[in-house]
C-alpha cells in the first residue's frame, strides 16, 4: 500500500507526545485539535491505532498510525517496509519508540 507523503501528512497534522493532532478537519470523528487514529478491535490488527484519510486523489484510505508518525517524522521512504515498536506497546506510538523493520519481522509480533 502506498502510504501518504510527509508533505501531506505535515498539512494535515502536527505531532504531540505520541500522537498526531488534526490540523484540518479529517472527518466528523476527527475534527481540528483532536488525536488522531481509532484502536482497531478486528482479529487481524487488534490494539493498533489505525485511521482514515484522503489522499491525493480524493480516495480514503486507512493506515496505520504508527507508520503515519515514522513519515511524519523522517520522510518519505520507500524501502521501509514497515515500522516496528520498540517495547512492543501497539499504543505507545512516540517517535523514540519506532523504527523501521521488513514485514516479516512485524508479523512475529
Not at 515514522?70 to 520498540?86: A, C, P, Q, T
Amino acid at each position: 500500500m502506498r502510504l501518504p507523503s510527509q508533505k501531506l501528512l505535515k498539512e494535515l497534522f502536527d505531532y504531540q507526545d505520541g500522537h498526531l493532532i488534526c490540523k484540518k478537519n479529517i472527518s466528523r470523528n476527527f475534527p481540528i485539535g483532536s488525536k488522531f487514529g481509532f484502536i482497531d478491535k478486528s482479529v487481524e490488527y487488534p490494539g493498533y491505532l489505525r485511521g482514515t484519510i484522503r489522499i491525493d486523489n480524493g480516495m480514503k484510505k486507512t493506515y496505520f498510525v504508527n507508520h503515519l508518525i515514522y513519515i511524519w517524522h523522517h520522510g518519505d521512504n520507500e524501502n521501509v517496509l514497515s515500522v516496528k515498536y520498540i517495547d512492543c506497546d501497539k499504543r505507545n506510538n512516540h517517535i523514540e519508540n519506532l523504527e523501521p523493520c521488513s514485514r516479516k519481522y512485524e508479523k512475529l509480533f
